[in-house]
């Protein structure tokens, strides 16, 4: 079976998202609906409802279990936190500078503390954090090493 170009209807963004509320996988999702996995992976439009899709199940999952643990709220609480059921929203934006890039650990920290993210959650911040706030500080550097070197050979 040769696939076509997909052209993105209202229709067929909510194929895609009744899809992936059943649980599909973008795989599964292509095979079913004949469009390419890359297709699914790429279009924002279909990425979009993909992620509402996925959301929506995690709610239905969540419901499910927080009602049959309705009598026991630290099993709740324990279970919440330990299988991650809600997606956090991570509060952290795109650094441009090594404040930016300090920040985002810093917020990502209090969320952290505050129950919001997960240890994994907040040590892939961290590490890409650092990352950043290495390379803007060695840039910066260079840059201030490399205005002083003009300086000198002005003098």
Do not use: W
């Amino acid at each position: 079976m040769s696939r076509t170009k997909t052209t993105i209807t209202p229709h067929i963004l909510k194929e895609v998202q009744q899809l992936a509320e059943q649980g599909f996988n973008n795989i599964q999702i292509g095979k079913s609906l004949n469009i390419a996995v890359q297709t699914l992976s790429t279009n924002r439009e279909l990425k979009e409802v993909i992620q509402i899709g996925k959301m929506e199940l995690a709610k239905k999952v969540t419901k499910s279990v927080l009602d049959t643990l309705e009598d026991d709220s630290s099993m709740k609480q324990l279970l919440v936190k330990r299988l991650c059921l809600f997606n956090p929203i991570i509060d952290i934006k795109k650094p441009i500078n090594a404040s930016d890039a300090l920040s985002n650990l810093s917020t990502a920290t209090k969320q952290y503390a505050n129950g919001l993210i997960n240890e994994s959650q907040l040590k892939t911040i961290e590490a890409v954090s650092n990352s950043y706030a290495k390379t803007y500080e060695v840039t910066e550097l260079e840059e201030r090493i490399t205005r002083l070197e003009e300086l000198a050979d002005e003098r």
